[in-house]
């Protein structure tokens, strides 16, 4: 499977996972999970809310493949 994320978004997700001592893909595997659990909101507007300044920046940013 091949997902393209944006260049910003995914040095965001490594430096989660190395500050959760995971790998890439079980942080993008837990996230996936949780939030299909409904532990994560689902609203776009309390995504908006959460990460207002990720957003603006990562819509700047070239996406990336990752694997």
Same mark, same amino acid.
């Given at each position: 499977m091949t997902v393209r994320i944006? +260049? !910003?978004l995914l040095?965001?997700?490594r430096q989660l996972?190395?500050?959760?001592?995971?790998t890439l893909t079980n942080l993008i595997e837990t996230v996936l999970r949780q939030r299909l +659990? !409904?532990?994560v909101?689902?609203?776009s507007?309390?995504?908006a809310k959460a990460v207002p300044a990720r957003t603006a920046k990562?819509?700047?940013d070239k996406p990336?493949?990752?694997a």
């Open positions: 944006e +260049a !910003g040095e965001e997700l996972a190395r500050e959760e001592n995971r +659990a !409904g532990a909101p689902s609203s507007a309390s995504e990562r819509k700047k990336t493949n990752a």
